[in-house]
C-alpha cells in the first residue's frame, strides 16, 4: 500500500520516490532529448519533359536524425542533392513525399524559421543595400526587437570579419565578402538551427579557418550546425558525424572518429633500411622501399610473426600502427554502386 | 505579418529608388516643359487643353513603362538571383512576400505620379498664368491614372510568378493595349452572333477595362466627371487587382524555387 509519494528535481531529471509500506520505489524520468532535426522520408522528383510528366528523382527518401548541438557534415560530390535536401527543408521547393521535424515542430510551421539560420549556395544578396541595411533587413523578417537590431547588426558583422563595411553597397563587396555576409544573415538572429550549404566556398584559406572557428563557437554556443560540403577536410575537421549522399540516395552515416578510426584489420610495419626478407613476403606483407626505410602492410594476426622476422633478421623497427579509413577513403567507398558497396546505412 | 508586408513593400521601394527608376521623372520633366513653352508659342487660346492632355497621358505612359517594366521582374528576377531564398527561409510566407513587392510597387508609382502631377501644374500654370477651378479635375484624372497603376502592378506580378521577364513584359504590355480598347471589344460581342459573341464577351470582360478610366480628354474640355463613375472605378480597379495578385498568390504558392 502507497503511504506517501516525493519528488525530487536533479538537474533536468525529476525523480519521484513512492514509499510503500513495505520500502521505497523510486522513478526517474528523465526528459527526452529532443533532436534539432528529424527528416522522415523527404523525397524530390522533378517533373521533366515538354508536358512535365516525366519524374526526374533528384532525392529518394531520406531518414536522417540531426541531434541538438552537433555540428552535422552532409557529404557528397556535386549534384547528389546536397542542396535539394537543403532547399526541401527550408521550404523552397516541395517534397514529392515526406516531411521533417525541425526543432520539435514540424518543418512547414512558420514559426520554426525564426529559430533557423539558412546560408544558401553562392548567396546573392539586393546589391542596391549596404550589409548594414541588408542585415536590418533580415532582422525585421525574422523578428528581431528593433531597439536590439542595431547593436546585433554590428556584432555579427564583426564575428564574421567585416568591421568597416559601413556605406558600402553589396554590389562592391567580393565574393568572399559577400559569403561572409551570408554567414552573418544565417546567425543574425541568434537561430538554434543553422544549415549552411558549402559556407566555405569562395573563401579563401583564412576566411575558411575563421568559418571553422566561427562554426565551432556555434557549437560551444549549443547550437545545431548542420552543413554541405564536398570538401572533406573540412567535414573531418568539423563534425560530429556526416552523412553521406551519392545520387540523390543516402550512402552513409555515421561518427567522424567512428569512421576515421575503423580498423581494416591490417598493421603498418615500418623499418630502418632497404632489405625485404623473403619470410616477410611469405607472410603476405606488401612491401615498398621508402628512402631508406621499409613500410610493409600485412595482415593483423601475421603482426607478431613480422617482428619475429625482423628480429631474427637483426633489422631496426621503427613503427608499428594499424591502418585506420581515412573519411576519403569511406567516402569513395560509400560512392561506389550500391551493390559493390560495403557498410551499412542509417 | 504586417509588420513582415511592410518591411518588403519598403525594401521594394528602396530598390526601384536606388536602381534610379525615378530618373525617368528628369525625361518627364524636359518633355513638360519644352512642350509649355512650345504650346505657349504655337496655341492659341487651346495651350490649357494641350497641356492637360499632353501631360496626363505622359504620366500615364510613363507610369505604365515603370509598372511593366519593374513589375515583371519583381518575382522573376528575386528567383533567379537567388535572393528570395534568404527571405522566404526566415518567418516570410509567399503570399507576404507577394503582397508586399505589390505594395511596394504600388507605392513607388504613386510617388512617381506624385512628382509627376507636380510638373503638370507646374506646366499649367505656365501656360494659364494662374489656376482655375476646373483644374482641380485633374486630381481626378491623376487617381484614375493610379487605379490603373494598380491593375498593372497586380498583372505584371501575375504574369512574373510563372513566366520569364519577356513573356511577362509582352502578356502585360498586350493586356495594357488591348484594356485600353476593351469598350470597342465590348461594342464588337455586342454585334457578333453565336460563338464569336460568346467569345468576344467573355475576352471583352476578362480583360481589365482601361477605357473606362482614361477621362484625359473629358477632364481638358473642363467636363465633369460622376461620382458614380468614380466609384465604379475604385471597386473595379480594387477588384481586378485583388483577383490578379490572388491568382499569383496561389501559383507562387506552389511554385518550386529551383
Redesign the interface.
Known amino acids: 500500500m502507497v503511504t506517501e509519494v516525493t519528488s525530487v528535481q536533479y538537474k533536468n531529471a525529476k525523480c519521484f520516490h513512492i514509499i510503500f509500506s513495505r520500502g521505497v520505489f523510486s522513478v526517474t524520468f528523465s526528459p527526452m532529448t529532443m533532436p534539432a532535426l528529424e527528416i522522415l522520408g523527404l523525397e524530390k522528383a ?1 517533373l521533366v519533359g515538354f508536358w512535365r510528366k516525366r519524374p526526374k528523382r533528384a532525392l529518394s527518401p531520406l531518414h536522417l536524425t540531426v541531434e541538438e548541438g552537433e555540428i552535422f557534415g552532409f557529404l557528397g560530390p556535386n549534384g547528389a542533392g546536397k542542396t535539394t535536401t537543403l ?1 526541401l527543408l ?5 517534397p514529392s513525399s515526406g516531411s521533417a521535424r525541425i526543432l520539435g515542430r514540424e518543418w512547414t510551421d ?2 520554426v ?2 529559430q ?1 539560420g ?1 546560408l ?1 549556395e ?5 546589391d ?2 549596404t550589409a548594414h541595411e541588408l542585415l536590418n ?2 532582422g ?4 528581431v526587437p528593433g531597439n536590439e537590431r542595431a547593436r546585433r547588426v554590428e556584432t555579427t558583422l564583426q564575428r564574421v570579419g567585416l568591421p568597416d563595411v559601413q556605406g558600402v553597397q553589396l554590389r562592391k563587396f567580393s565574393k568572399g565578402m559577400l559569403q561572409r555576409v ?1 554567414i552573418a ?1 544565417a546567425i543574425l ?1 541568434d537561430p538554434k538551427l543553422v544549415f549552411l550549404d558549402e559556407p566555405m566556398s569562395g573563401l579563401d584559406p583564412m576566411g575558411r579557418r575563421e568559418v571553422r572557428d566561427l562554426m565551432e563557437q556555434l557549437k560551444h554556443e549549443g547550437k545545431t550546425v548542420f552543413f554541405s560540403t564536398h570538401i572533406l577536410s573540412d567535414a573531418e575537421a568539423l563534425c560530429d558525424r556526416v552523412a553521406i549522399i551519392h545520387k540523390g540516395e543516402l550512402r552513409g552515416v555515421g561518427a567522424v572518429e567512428d569512421l576515421v578510426s575503423s580498423v581494416q584489420g591490417k598493421v603498418e610495419i615500418i623499418w630502418q633500411g632497404t632489405q625485404i626478407p623473403t619470410s616477410m613476403k611469405a607472410l603476405g606483407a606488401e612491401c615498398h622501399v621508402i628512402g631508406d626505410t621499409v613500410r610493409a602492410v600485412l595482415a593483423e594476426n601475421q603482426q607478431d610473426l613480422a617482428i619475429d622476422t625482423l628480429r631474427r633478421e637483426r633489422l631496426r623497427l621503427i613503427a608499428i600502427t594499424p591502418v585506420r579509413t581515412s573519411l576519403e577513403e569511406y567516402f569513395v567507398e560509400k560512392l561506389q554502386p550500391a551493390e559493390t558497396s560495403v557498410g551499412s546505412t542509417a | 505579418m504586417r509588420a513582415r508586408i511592410v518591411h518588403i513593400a519598403s525594401n521594394t521601394f528602396r530598390e526601384a529608388v536606388r536602381d534610379r527608376v525615378l530618373y525617368n521623372l528628369i525625361a518627364f520633366a524636359l518633355l513638360l516643359s519644352g512642350a509649355a513653352i512650345l504650346v505657349g508659342q504655337i496655341s492659341i487660346d487651346i495651350e490649357r487643353l494641350v497641356v492637360i492632355n499632353l501631360g496626363l497621358t505622359a504620366v500615364s505612359l510613363f507610369g505604365v513603362v515603370i509598372a511593366i517594366f519593374i513589375g515583371i521582374g519583381l518575382v522573376s528576377k528575386e528567383i533567379e538571383r537567388r535572393t528570395l531564398y534568404t527571405v522566404l527561409s526566415r518567418p516570410v510566407r509567399r503570399w507576404e512576400f507577394i503582397v508586399g513587392k505589390f505594395f511596394g510597387l504600388a507605392a513607388t508609382l504613386v510617388v512617381n505620379t506624385f512628382f509627376m502631377a507636380i510638373g503638370v501644374f507646374a506646366a499649367l500654370l505656365y501656360v494659364s498664368h494662374k489656376f482655375a477651378r476646373p483644374d482641380a479635375l485633374i486630381l481626378v484624372a491623376l487617381y484614375f491614372i493610379i487605379l490603373q497603376f494598380l491593375i498593372i502592378c497586380a498583372l505584371a506580378l501575375l504574369f512574373s510568378s510563372f513566366s520569364s521577364p519577356l513573356l511577362s513584359a509582352v502578356f502585360a504590355s498586350s493586356l495594357f493595349v488591348i484594356g485600353s480598347f476593351a469598350e470597342d471589344l465590348r461594342g464588337f460581342a455586342g454585334m457578333a452572333h453565336g460563338l464569336t459573341r460568346w467569345l468576344a464577351s467573355a475576352a471583352a470582360y476578362l480583360v481589365p477595362n482601361f477605357s473606362a478610366f482614361n477621362v484625359i480628354t473629358s477632364i481638358a474640355h473642363e467636363q465633369p466627371v460622376a461620382g458614380q463613375l468614380v466609384l465604379h472605378n475604385t471597386l473595379y480597379a480594387l477588384f481586378y487587382a485583388a483577383m490578379a495578385l490572388s491568382g499569383a498568390v496561389l501559383i507562387f504558392e506552389h511554385r518550386d524555387l529551383k
Do not use: D
Not at chain 1, 122 to 126: A, E, G, K, L
Open positions: 522533378y532547399k527550408m521550404g523552397l521547393v516541395f512558420p514559426q524559421k525564426a533557423v539558412f544558401p553562392q548567396p546573392y544578396f539586393y542596391h543595400l533587413y533580415y525585421q523578417l525574422s523578428g551570408g544573415q538572429h
